[in-house]
């Protein structure tokens, strides 16, 4: 029998292949809601019922088990990065608020922000293009917060990208508390945003 292909021409996944996949992904995001990304990776294996083998023809290594964890996330980030481009906010608060969401996204998992980190110095890791995605939106919301007078000219989306993983970091902390994760905030504000724009994100 002729094997089912996708539109554009590539073999689809076998039906046992893609549920093995499903559960791997199922297994890992409880796994590593538990115990951290630095968990085993053998024993999601074990936790899905598959071999080790298996795991590793998937995902051949922890950051890419965790890139697609984070695709999985995608749609909440979209419509939160969609409803700040609306025009409802200011531009200052609408990079605000995607800074914001992106320490939540990068809180998803304790210890999430070091792979993180680490993939926006290097190109080889899985995680790479999904750093760069998200650096790339700031940019949107930064250079519009620039023009629109909020934010000073000598930030780059960089450096606030890896700001939002110190902040996600913080609040994960063992000893940090909502007033510690609540100050960097407004530290991380002052930052990157004119005295008018930080003034006023401060009544927030």
């Known amino acids: 029998m002729m094997q089912r292909t996708t539109t554009d021409g590539a073999r689809a996944p076998r039906a046992d292949a893609q549920r093995n996949r499903d559960r791997i992904l199922g297994a890992a995001e409880q796994y590593f809601s538990e115990h951290g990304v630095t968990g085993s990776l053998d024993a999601i294996a074990k936790r899905a019922g598959v071999g080790a083998g298996t795991l590793y023809r998937h995902f051949p290594n922890r950051e890419s088990l965790l890139a697609a964890l984070l695709a999985a996330r995608d749609d909440a980030l979209v419509a939160r990065r969609d ?84 902040r996600s970091w913080v609040r994960g902390a063992a000893l940090a508390d909502d007033a510690s994760a609540a100050a960097l905030a407004e530290l991380t504000r002052n930052g990157w945003a004119t005295t008018s724009a930080a003034r006023a994100g401060d009544g927030r």
């Open 83 to 166: 409803d700040l481009r609306s025009g409802s906010v200011n531009a200052a608060d609408a990079l605000d608020g995607w800074l914001d969401a992106i320490t939540a996204w990068a809180g998803a998992f304790d210890g999430l922000p070091e792979p993180l980190r680490a993939a926006t110095a290097t190109s080889s890791s899985p995680l790479a293009m999904t750093c760069q995605g998200f650096i790339t939106t700031t940019e949107e919301f930064l250079r519009a917060a620039q023009d629109d007078g909020g934010a000073r000219r000598d930030v780059r989306a960089r450096d606030l990208f890896l700001a939002a993983l110190a």
